[in-house]
């Protein structure tokens, strides 16, 4: 599912696994066996605000580096290490505790890490929690050798002292005695110090499994890099690429999603429900694709996916995943009809969020008065809201699951700004009246409107989490009402529950890192619905637009460093120290075209170009297989850099899940710039990309839909657009269309001698203004449309006036066993 390479940490594996050389250093042989001073909590020294927050925990945290590292191969300790984030409700009671924080801080050397600001230590470890327990979730807590191989891990734990009949416990030993923190640490101690050896093998054993299951058959790649990649770079870009993968495997795609589809509630599976929007997207895009993918998976299934995928936005919207009140989404629903959210809100989900709903919106006629065009507003309004927007540019991160239950009680609780009981919702709305009428709407009833089955610990006793339960029509005929004073009431609840939540309760603490692939895709979304507001909306779609110009100019001051050609990967109060990832060039470059292509400030076209330039210097699989029997391949970008530190596995993502793919939006990217700039490396490389994961992509096409979509301007090309002088009307057309497959936007002033297009060929001009296609066949071929009525990005025939012509060119094992 996604290919990997293993970095060894040891001689003895490596010399197994035909790895890379260790990017786990070796200690100064000096520092060997070398004293070091008592543990301190080195916490406050993080640039995150989620490690900085246990500064004062009487556990002794360290940070991933050299420190740590040294110290535990000196002292021969186990590494315990957590990883979770802000936002999340947390779970850290038990480090409070002082029997547990002692025996840590002797036996261990406790290590934490903000998933959000390493990535790459979240994807091998939860692949491994996840192999193990066949469960994930946050925070993780592994043990690991010296060497950072995983041993043993889990989510959650009962506090030290549970009871057998505490709710909160799901495991327990043979005996039923809960499975509690101190048995946990008390037995992977034991077993470390009785039985060193065996627990080293059998860690060095985990990483080659997991290895193999991260793989899929993809791995091991040559250690010799730099001569690879010599040889590599002699390919001839301008050479047709065969593969494998055809119109036929979204065909099976869709297939495969519609025997997963919960029909009654919209969305995948019958419990935790994520947002999928890479998979919604996908859905939605079914009745927009080229006719040749529409002849293949059928018109009436096409039209079936879609409406699915709308189906399921619109539960998303009447659900309690939607902050009716505030504005934006929360993370996830814990329960199959969307009635229970997991109550962190993230800029990610949102920025991903809106682009669904604003294709969703176009494909529904666009209507400004639609139920779906105002979701688009709300879900833009919270992202640019001074909650996630810093006053230097750049968009923060999320906002915490808990806060105070009020102001001046320092007890904090699980979704406490979002919950009402219903004497407070009716205090808050004051008139009977509309209180009734907006209590019926929402569903908020007096004993609370939680399933105490989705409560074990009582957290929402009498509490209601406000979702949609009847549509206007139906309160009008209950109450005796008309649907617009049903309407008018609930718009007035609305407000006054907005303003008695702002003035009373205690906003969630906000995540202030400034993450550059989160704003990248904020960038996108909000460039995009500036466009398609502008006719609509100006003064909205200029606040969309000034935001999203202002983080990218927030990321090129803060975060790349041009001199060096380094993207950095989070800024924090004034500080940075993590060089940027490969999504984090991705996104940034997604953000970057989108932004270009509303704006037409080539500036920002130049960068994305310069910044794809290094992403692959730095992320690209360009190294060619020499393992026998096996479907590894070149190609892909891996997350990590070949030499970054403390990972002992390079990962090829390909599967699409909260978040697109690194690949998947680095193949959309690579087709967009290989059009705009006429760049046959960069196409080819999109191509080469796809075809990395075509083994994989052929058994589960439904995992990839952002790599799915790379199939389409492989086979068929896209539809690429030059305006000449007819800017405004470009863009409303060029943006006011659903996305589906490939397409691109250039500006063309045919009065500037310096122009792109004089450029590549100064013999090709554009001089009459108007729209211009260009062919797919024959890239120096050039087409005028004549008519603006019929929408382009549908398979009609557009009217040819003018025609520029020119001659053309498998499962771990854990190292411990705790029973």
Not at 677 to 697: C, G, H, P, W
Not at 779 to 796: E, L
């Amino acid at each position: 599912m996604m290919s990997a390479q293993l970095q060894q940490p040891s001689d003895p594996v490596s010399s197994t696994a035909g790895a890379q050389a260790s990017a786990v250093p070796e200690p100064p042989s000096s520092s060997k066996g070398a004293p070091f001073a008592p543990l301190v909590n080195r916490a406050a020294q993080s640039t995150s605000p989620y490690v900085r927050a246990r500064s004062n925990s009487p556990v002794a945290w360290q940070l991933l580096d050299d420190e740590a590292v040294n110290r535990a191969r000196s002292e021969n300790k186990l590494v315990f290490l957590s990883i979770g984030f802000l936002a999340s409700h947390p779970h850290l009671e038990s480090f409070s505790d002082t029997t547990l924080a002692t025996l840590l801080n002797k036996e261990f050397i406790p290590v934490i890490i903000d998933r959000e600001e390493h990535p790459n230590y979240n994807y091998i470890y939860m692949n491994y929690n996840e192999s193990l327990n066949s469960v994930g979730g946050w925070p993780l807590n592994v043990f690991l050798t010296p060497d950072l191989e995983p041993v043993f891990s889990g989510t959650y734990w009962a506090p030290p002292g549970a009871t057998s009949n505490d709710s909160s416990v799901d495991e327990a030993d043979g005996a039923g005695k809960p499975l509690d923190w101190l048995t946990v640490v008390r037995k992977v101690h034991s077993s470390w110090k009785d039985e060193e050896s065996r627990v080293r093998e059998e860690a060095q054993q985990n990483c080659i499994d997991l290895a193999q299951v991260v793989s899929e058959g993809m791995a091991d790649h040559p250690s010799g890099i730099e001569q690879a990649r010599q040889d590599i770079s002699a390919v001839d870009y301008t050479q047709d690429l065969d593969g494998e993968l055809d119109l036929e495997q979204i065909e099976e795609a869709y297939a495969r999603i519609t025997r997963t589809f919960d029909y009654p509630f919209g969305g995948f599976g019958h419990q935790d429900k994520f947002l999928t929007p890479s998979k919604l997207s996908l859905m939605l895009r079914a009745t927009h694709f080229p006719t040749e993918v529409q002849d293949v998976a059928g018109p009436k299934d096409c039209n079936f996916i879609s409406d699915s995928a709308l189906h399921t936005l619109r539960r998303i919207v009447h659900g309690a995943v939607h902050d009716h009140i505030g504005g934006g989404f929360h993370r996830h629903s814990v329960t199959r009809d969307w009635s229970l959210p997991s109550f962190e809100k993230m800029l990610i989900d949102n920025a991903l969020l809106l682009g669904v709903f604003l294709d969703a919106w176009l494909l529904s006629g666009g209507n400004p008065e639609e139920e779906l065009a105002q979701t688009v507003k709300e879900v833009a309004d919270y992202i640019t809201s001074e909650t996630l927007m810093s006053s230097g540019g750049g968009f923060f991160t999320s906002e915490a699951a808990d806060s105070c239950n009020k102001r001046g009680d320092p007890a904090m609780r699980n979704g406490a700004f979002y919950l009402w009981t219903r004497k407070e919702f009716d205090t808050a709305v004051g008139d009977v009246f509309e209180a009734e009428v907006a209590a019926t709407y929402w569903d908020v009833q007096a004993d609370g409107n939680v399933d105490p089955v989705h409560d074990p610990l009582d957290e929402f006793l009498n509490q209601n989490v406000l979702r949609i339960a009847k549509t206007h029509a139906k309160l009008s005929k209950q109450l005796g009402i008309s649907a617009a004073e049903a309407k008018q009431r609930i718009t007035s609840a609305r407000e006054k529950l907005r303003v008695y939540r702002e003035r009373e309760r205690v906003r969630p603490v906000v995540d202030t890192k400034i993450v550059a692939a989160y704003n990248g895709m904020a960038i996108a979304a909000l460039s995009r619905a500036s466009a398609v507001l502008q006719d609509q909306d100006p003064e909205r779609a200029a606040k969309y637009l000034a935001a999203a110009r202002n983080a990218a100019q927030f990321i090129k001051t803060q975060l790349w460093n041009s001199s060096q050609k380094v993207l950095y990967r989070v800024y924090c109060d004034d500080r940075f120290d993590t060089a940027g990832f490969a999504e984090d060039y991705a996104y940034l470059i997604e953000g970057l075209l989108e932004l270009y292509e509303v704006t037409e400030d080539e500036s920002w076209l130049d960068w994305a170009d310069e910044l794809q330039s290094v992403q692959i210097a730095r992320f690209y699989d360009d190294t060619p297989s020499t393992a026998a029997n096996t479907n590894a391949k070149c190609g892909g970008f891996y997350s990590t850099t070949h030499d970054a530190p403390y990972t002992i596995l390079r990962v090829k993502e390909g599967i699409d899940g909260s978040q697109p793919s690194v690949n998947s939006v680095s193949v959309s990217n690579l087709f967009r710039l290989g059009s705009l700039l006429n760049d046959k490396k960069y196409t080819y490389l999109a191509k080469a990309s796809v075809n990395a994961f075509s083994v994989e992509i052929s058994e589960h096409p439904n995992l990839f839909p952002g790599l799915l979509c790379g199939i389409i301007p492989w086979r068929l090309g896209g539809r690429h657009w030059v305006s000449v002088g007819e800017n405004g009307t470009a863009k409303s057309l060029f943006h006011k269309a659903p996305r589906a497959a490939l397409s691109t936007l250039r500006y063309h002033d045919p009065q500037d001698i310096n122009s792109w297009l004089r450029r590549r060929d100064p013999s090709l001009e554009l001089q009459e203004a108007g729209i211009y296609t260009q062919d797919n066949e024959n890239p120096s071929v050039y087409r005028k449309i004549s008519s603006y009525d019929t929408p382009w990005a549908q398979n009609s025939t557009v009217t040819v006036e003018v025609t520029v012509d020119k001659p053309s060119e498998a499962a771990s094992a854990p190292a411990i066993s705790i029973s």
